[in-house]
């Protein structure tokens, strides 16, 4: 699960009570009568009360006959996006953790990680996948911020607000934020027209600045 936090874009982990003694993505077992995804929610919501998941989409099975010692373990993964105005109320074990500056991971949860990163920054080029992470209005400033913490790289406000309204993927609310205590011209706020996935634009991709 991924959430630009603090100005980077961060997983959620638990920190294992067991041998491997490292922290984990959360998970678990899938019970008779149920679909993957409702699995995944009810875990989230059981060990991490986690229940603000914007958008849910499978991104691959680990079926490698070693990847947990002494049994054989399948597992199909998810990334799970969730908003950056969201504050789950997390217990003890678990904490945000940067993706780029992960810990000891259990298994192969590190390179889970960031197959979900890969996954989510490719998608930012040809999808409005951005309406996950942003709140339901933001200046375009604030969806700067989220996208380029997300790509992790520097992104122009103005390009990324010509191609999303190019791409009819946001709309303007018609609403101001009110300035700050430094004052300046209020922001105009924007909301994603569609908060389901959607191909954008296929051939699309977000690059950094040429001077990077």
Known sequence: MLQVRDGKLQVL?????????????????????ETLEASIRRHLA?????RELAH?????????PDRVPG??????TYLGLVPIDADPDLPSDTAWHPVDELPKTAFDHGEIVLAARDRLRAKLSYT?????????????????TIYAAAL????????????LLRRDVLRPTGALRA????????????R?????????????????PRDL
Request: proline share 5%.
């Open 71 to 76: 049994e054989r373990q399948l597992a199909t």
């Open 56 to 64: 849910l989409e499978q991104l691959d099975t680990r079926s490698e």
């Open 46 to 50: 059981q060990k991490v009360d986690v």
């Open 152 to 163: 992790g790289h520097e992104v122009s406000a103005t390009n990324l607000q010509r191609v």
């Open 128 to 144: 409005n996948i951005g309406f996950a992470l942003a709140p339901a209005t933001f200046s375009i400033s604030q969806l700067r």
């Open 192 to 208: 994603f027209n569609d908060r389901e996935l959607a191909v954008t634009d296929e051939f699309a991709v977000l690059r950094p």
């Open 179 to 190: 300035s700050g205590r430094s004052g300046g011209r209020p922001a105009s706020l924007f």
């Open 13 to 33: 982990l638990w920190e294992r009570a067991r041998k491997p003694f490292a922290w984990a993505l959360p998970g678990g077992e899938l019970e008779r009568g």
